[in-house]
């Protein structure tokens, strides 16, 4: 199913079906997609040899 | 130690203030509450979002009394009362954002395992009942936004059958259920919520035993 654009006068809609959603909210869901992915690929910062770090059962 | 100094109170049987320190005491295992060391496999961002929902939760809570003892007027009139609506805004929009990304974390590393199965049911509750806050929240704004907002809810609302006990376009209702109710019980949950998560410890990766056992 083609996903239409159209504007109304209070904003740009994306109209996919029976989903209708505006363009910004489309790039907010966009970009918290982003960050989840950046979140699980991007290492996070710390000291390997750091001893406070310890596995708990 | 001297005849003089406290001794530690001896439980009575069948005292409720006993049964109570017991429970309170047994509550999250003893180092746990503000622990200040974390099992290896947290040096990930994606366990930071749980954090960050909470601290946007701490910026909502402040601007929300400041906007509660000030009022509608100098939200709307002064550039002050402007400056604090939009910082209770933009912190509910990011204690959404970090919530939801924090819900997909949890979702796909299955977070309710290990005995965190009401860890899990609390976190729901906690994402419905800020639904039901930040409703209210704009349908209390007091301009045509809010009272758009109540026009096209109001049937859906009544279509479930709760319009005559949660009117929507009743907004001194509605302020109400935004700055007394819906707050203390979101608040509530929180604390509930937090205290799960100390109690059974942050949920390990699903590969967290195998990469263990590699050395990993």
């Known amino acids: 199913m083609a996903v239409h654009a159209y504007s109304v006068s209070s904003g740009h809609y994306l109209d996919w079906g029976v989903i209708s959603v505006s363009v910004t909210n489309a790039l907010i869901i966009a970009t918290m997609i982003v960050v989840f992915v950046l979140a699980l690929l991007l290492p996070f910062p710390h000291d390997p040899d750091d001893s406070s770090r310890e596995p708990r059962p | 130690m001297s005849a003089d100094e406290p001794t530690a109170p001896t439980a009575v049987a069948g005292s409720w203030t006993a049964w ?4 309170i005491a047994g509550l999250v295992p003893s180092g746990q509450v503000l622990p200040d060391r974390q099992p290896v496999y947290v040096a990930s961002w994606i366990y930071v979002f749980g954090v960050l929902s909470l601290a946007s939760f701490v910026v909502v809570l402040a601007t929300g009394i400041a906007l509660t003892v000030r009022g509608s007027l100098w939200w709307h009139t002064s550039w002050v009362g402007h400056f604090v609506n939009s910082m209770h805004l933009w912190s509910v929009e990011l204690f959404f954002a970090t919530m939801v990304i924090h819900l997909w974390g949890k979702f796909w590393m299955a977070a309710w395992r290990g005995g965190r199965g009401l ?98």
């Open chain 2, 20 to 23: 109570l320190r017991r429970r």
């Open chain 2, 119 to 216: 860890t899990w049911i609390t976190g729901v509750l906690l994402f419905v009942a800020s639904i039901g806050t930040a409703f209210t929240g704009y349908l209390s704004q007091s301009n045509f936004t809010s009272q758009w907002i109540a026009a096209e809810g109001k049937d859906g609302i009544n279509s479930i059958g709760v319009g005559a006990w949660f009117n929507i376009l009743h907004p001194a209702q509605m302020l109400l259920w935004h700055v007394a109710l819906l707050p203390l019980v979101v608040g509530v949950i929180v604390v509930w919520h937090v205290l799960l998560v100390r109690r059974h410890g942050v949920v390990p990766p699903l590969d967290a035993r195998s990469r263990q056992g590699q050395g990993g």
